[in-house]
């Protein structure tokens, strides 16, 4: 499993790690994200096994101790399995994370937490992450995803995730491998709300959406998340038929 990284828009770094052995025949991709400035940021943290090798990544951008926050969508072992080994690694990094997630679980395993509002940011310097609550979406009753506003930059965890080793950004439309991949995952969650959070993303007008399963998307992310909104829109309704 070779870890690559790459810089898909000013200062935010795409780390990628190909598993072939997963998705198969395709195979998969497990990303993170390191957002370079004066207190770095990192967007998933990664299976703990794969610790080691996402950390040698970084430190070719930077040295990993000088992370100053850890962050990430939900609870699962791709999105926090290694947030021990980052808090170890970084003695000065702080988690983030909503504060739902702080509540049922980050606050029993680290005191070196922040709780985010929904809507609060953070000034990174140089570069500023807005915090959205997003329940649900992609999974998980904590689960939120983070807007870096100088670079218009969403991260949205599983959102758009397909399978496949293809190039770190793409301007490629995402939508329909999107949709095709989560016809067989059924890994989204749909509520009555889910439609109306996408639209709320897609409000934000972001130019790039930081995929964690698969290449990044560099266009019409605007379009793109209101086509997923109406597809999460259509499929309830079905559901409900």
Known sequence: MATRIDEIS??????????????????FTFNQFLV?????????????KM????????????????LRWISFSHVEADECGALE???EAAPAAT????????????GDLTDRLRALRDGETIDLGGKRVRHLDTPHLPHGWDAGLLFEETSATLFCSDLFAHGGNGPAV???DLVSIAIESEERSQSMSLTPA???????????APRTLAVMHGSSYAGDAVASLGALADHA?????????
């Open 194 to 204: 889910t439609a109306a959070t996408l639209r709320r993303l897609a409000g934000l």
């Open 51 to 66: 610790f080691p090798q996402i950390a040698e990544a970084v430190s070719r951008v930077m040295p990993v101790s000088a």
């Open 170 to 172: 793409t301007g490629e």
């Open 10 to 27: 000013d200062g935010i770094f795409r780390i990628s790690t190909f598993v072939p052995a997963i998705n198969p025949p395709t195979g």
């Open 233 to 241: 829109e259509r499929k309830l309704k079905s559901l409900a038929a």
């Open 95 to 106: 988690a983030a994370h909503s504060a739902v997630g702080c509540r049922i679980w980050i």
């Open 36 to 48: 370079k400035a004066e207190q770095p940021l990192l967007f998933h943290c990664g299976h703990r």
């Open 85 to 87: 080994n980052w808090l």
